[in-house]
């Protein structure tokens, strides 16, 4: 059994590569925001790197060692993150850790899939968590998810797009019309790929994630050997035009389904509906859909990889742990994210403030000039017009005006209706909507 | 301080509504798997209704009252589950059932974004849980993402249709060539909309559940007051149509958004861009989509409303408090979402057992007859072509057969590809795709 942790949680990292180093990141830019949420601090208080000496000058402001065993031999760790990969040492680290009674928090898609029984049993036996949030899809929660979120369903099926590399080769062979080689070259050139690109173009990435996720929503033992794995190595640019000509797009999909008879598990390029949303799933990004008997189909979305999204589900597992650890069953399961000492920090601001652009209906007279009217006033305002439709109205009264505006305060632009309603050629309420990129530019 | 229970969740059902007779319907139907999950079972000990000769015949094996007060002063109560909806007397209620020590869970999101931090600050102090999955985006788990699964990121922005109705009636708007009124009549006729419509078309359900993600994302008190609220019926079809031209769709959006000098909290109707992956959203779905520093956006996607879909979030929060209730760790947050007696109920599959439609393209020579050939050994099989894609070929010696299969067995498939892949007019192997609809008709 684990003791329970009363001062801040003292984390092990084995490993500072690329999401050992966004974990380092994250953890120290949102210290304060995740103790207050957890009610404690998380930190790192030994870190395992194969060269200590290539750290130098870094400041981790902790112990830093080149051997692993150390960290998990280490009393004073609490909680051992494994971001190292690869099979071994990573296993015997995970083993010891467990039976030192340590909770495990892993990104280790190839090492759970293989070898996940042995070490969930141990984990069983001891009393301890073993996390793997990160494993799969990156920081979308879908571990999370299935196990928690859905824990009221039977889950019937899910279907993913789990593999960024080979998204990211499909939708250069769709949208660009690359074929294969010069798309998997792209993708390596950008990062995507790795230079031995086979665990990725041939679906073992994608089927150690799906076995995992078959494993939380099935309740069944992991079974890497049995999954069916076909990649897309064998795709031509042919096929992409064809199944588009047919109404389809190709996706590497894991699929995992419960039969009255057994599970599916399979990993291998699949034709679409092209209205379908897993469809509009782009380039590196990740998508899980899930169907439940009683929610019906839920879908998560979001990056698959990288250092911080990677980094976000590894710290998500952290403050888990950590609240496992609280006795105060309010931080376990909170009401709110926060401890109720931080929670008026931030006031709401006034519409006035907001800054957006513009989507604006004006009703006006037919007649020359009104839009030169409209326009001077805008301007006024410092307000410019990023594009406009004007209908043909021909003998029509009354000429709808539409107007897309760039950016702007809300205050500004409401000083300039007020001018626009008072003109005496315009016939009816100004209609104004908001206009809203989302991440993309508006 | 909540006491631990050990035996049985005895749970207390406030309203045997939709919502609340999903509630018993899905946890019942799966009482199996969730006993299993959670290490111990879950059931309603007592139902609150408010004609409780109405439930003759209706066999609900357990205690049921006219008198939900009776409830919760039961002692024998662990969890109160409010979904009678309204202000008074569910506010008395949940207020008494957090005075008596027990955990509440409920789906109210006008009480909670109007009354909430009354109800938080009172379960805080007394250490019980008060959890609202439900409330918002049925059975979505994005209150669960938010304040679990991206606990590691500062959340920048939100933005989500949140409110199933609005966004049914701008679809039709758009995609049926429909009015407001008649779009608006066609929600009511298939109850996605109410007789009185207004808290839905007028933006008060999505400011309702807007004001519970922002307290969750941002750590700040719920105020429901100052939360910006615009609906849609000021819409006119053709503002549909020129934010259309413009390359926009226009949603029903609940923004939040963190800025140095505080939140921006404001539900208006908003054009975004047409390929945005929410602007795909249609119908009576919900999206909500995240953007946090560490991970990047997120998107979760599903049935915003309907007794089921509601259920589902209702019965995770029972789970999560059950789990709370737990000693084990490894219940509180289990790394696999079964009890490991039940891990090999059901086997992998092998995959000549699936069944899919499939997609196959064929190489042969330029020839009269070859379709037919082929044709007929599918049939010999009991395969059926849906589609078939010949491009001319020209003088090509070698011309590409697409065929799209109806399902079937894929063994059946295998076995008839054995025999045309040895046709002697087959130059290269045949490329088999599988296509599958995702709930759709593929």
């Given at each position: 059994?684990?003791?329970?942790?009363m001062?801040?949680v003292?984390v092990?990292l084995l490993?500072?590569g690329t999401?050992?180093?966004g974990?380092?990141?994250?953890l120290?830019?949102n210290?304060?925001e995740?103790?207050?949420?957890?009610g404690?601090?998380i930190?790192?208080?030994?870190?395992?790197v194969?060269?200590?000496a290539?750290?130098?000058?870094?400041?981790?402001?902790?112990?830093v060692t080149?051997?692993?065993f150390a960290v998990v031999?280490?009393?004073?760790?609490d909680?051992?993150?494994?971001?190292?990969?690869?099979?071994e040492p990573?296993?015997?680290?995970?083993?010891?850790?467990?039976?030192?009674g340590?909770h495990?928090?892993?990104a280790?898609?190839?090492?759970l899939?293989?070898?996940g029984?042995?070490?969930?049993?141990?984990?069983?036996?001891?009393?301890?968590?073993?996390?793997?949030?990160?494993?799969?899809?990156?920081g979308?929660?879908i571990?999370k998810?299935?196990?928690e979120?859905?824990?009221?369903?039977?889950i019937q099926?899910?279907?993913?797009?789990i593999?960024g590399?080979s998204n990211y080769?499909l939708?250069?062979?769709?949208?660009e019309?690359?074929?294969?080689p010069?798309a998997?070259?792209e993708?390596?050139?950008?990062?995507?790929?790795?230079?031995?690109?086979?665990?990725?173009?041939?679906?073992?990435d994608?089927?150690?994630?799906?076995t995992?996720?078959?494993s939380?929503?099935?309740?069944i033992?992991v079974?890497?050997?049995?999954c069916?794995v076909?990649?897309?190595?064998?795709?031509?640019?042919?096929d992409?035009?064809?199944?588009?000509?047919?109404g389809?797009r190709i996706?590497?999909?894991?699929?995992?389904k419960r039969r009255?008879?057994?599970v599916?598990?399979r990993?291998?390029?699949t034709?679409i509906?092209?209205r379908h949303?897993?469809?509009?799933v782009e380039g590196?990004?990740n998508?899980?859909?899930?169907?439940?008997d009683?929610?019906g189909?839920?879908?998560?979305?979001?990056?698959?990889?990288g250092?911080?999204?990677?980094?976000s589900?590894?710290?998500a597992?952290l403050?888990d742990v950590?609240?496992?650890?609280?006795?105060?069953?309010?931080?376990?399961?909170?009401?709110?994210?926060?401890q109720?000492?931080?929670?008026?920090?931030?006031?709401?601001l006034?519409?006035?403030a907001v800054?957006?652009a513009?989507y604006l209906?004006?009703?006006?007279?037919?007649r020359p000039g009104v839009?030169?009217?409209?326009a001077?006033?805008l301007a006024e305002?410092?307000?410019?017009?990023?594009?406009?439709?004007?209908?043909?109205?021909?003998?029509a009264?009354?000429?709808?005006i539409?107007?897309?505006?760039?950016?702007c305060r809300?205050?500004?632009?409401?000083a300039?209706?007020?001018?626009i309603?008072?003109l005496?050629v315009?016939?009816?309420?100004?209609?104004?909507?908001r206009?809203?990129?989302?991440?993309?530019?508006a």
């Amino acid at each position: 059994m684990s003791r329970p942790v009363m001062g801040p949680v003292r984390v092990g990292l084995l490993g500072m590569g690329t999401v050992g180093g966004g974990t380092v990141r994250v953890l120290r830019r949102n210290a304060g925001e995740i103790a207050r949420r957890v009610g404690r601090e998380i930190v790192i208080a030994q870190a395992a790197v194969r060269n200590p000496a290539r750290l130098q000058g870094l400041d981790l402001g902790c112990l830093v060692t080149s051997d692993p065993f150390a960290v998990v031999r280490n009393p004073e760790i609490d909680v051992v993150v494994e971001v190292m990969g690869g099979i071994e040492p990573a296993r015997s680290l995970i083993l010891e850790a467990i039976a030192a009674g340590k909770h495990v928090v892993t990104a280790n898609k190839a090492l759970l899939a293989e070898h996940g029984n042995v070490i969930f049993a141990a984990a069983q036996e001891q009393g301890v968590v073993v996390a793997f949030e990160a494993a799969v899809a990156g920081g979308i929660p879908i571990i999370k998810a299935i196990r928690e979120g859905l824990a009221g369903n039977r889950i019937q099926w899910l279907a993913g797009i789990i593999n960024g590399t080979s998204n990211y080769i499909l939708t250069q062979m769709r949208a660009e019309a690359k074929d294969f080689p010069s798309a998997l070259a792209e993708a390596q050139r950008l990062g995507y790929a790795e230079a031995d690109p086979g665990l990725d173009i041939d679906g073992g990435d994608a089927a150690h994630k799906l076995t995992l996720l078959a494993s939380i929503a099935f309740g069944i033992p992991v079974d890497f050997a049995h999954c069916h794995v076909e990649g897309i190595r064998n795709l031509d640019r042919v096929d992409v035009v064809y199944a588009e000509d047919l109404g389809y797009r190709i996706k590497l999909l894991g699929i995992a389904k419960r039969r009255a008879d057994g599970v599916e598990l399979r990993v291998h390029p699949t034709l679409i509906p092209e209205r379908h949303l897993l469809a509009s799933v782009e380039g590196p990004f990740n998508a899980v859909l899930v169907d439940g008997d009683a929610v019906g189909q839920t879908l998560y979305y979001g990056r698959g990889a990288g250092a911080e999204p990677t980094a976000s589900a590894i710290v998500a597992d952290l403050v888990d742990v950590a609240r496992t650890l609280t006795a105060d069953p309010s931080n376990r399961v909170p009401h709110l994210a926060f401890q109720p000492d931080c929670m008026s920090a931030l006031p709401l601001l006034p519409m006035a403030a907001v800054e957006s652009a513009y989507y604006l209906r004006i009703h006006a007279h037919n007649r020359p000039g009104v839009l030169a009217q409209v326009a001077t006033v805008l301007a006024e305002h410092d307000i410019s017009i990023e594009a406009l439709v004007q209908k043909e109205a021909g003998a029509a009264a009354d000429v709808p005006i539409v107007l897309l505006l760039h950016r702007c305060r809300e205050g500004d632009l409401d000083a300039a209706l007020a001018r626009i309603q008072a003109l005496p050629v315009v016939t009816r309420p100004v209609l104004r909507l908001r206009v809203e990129g989302l991440g993309e530019s508006a």
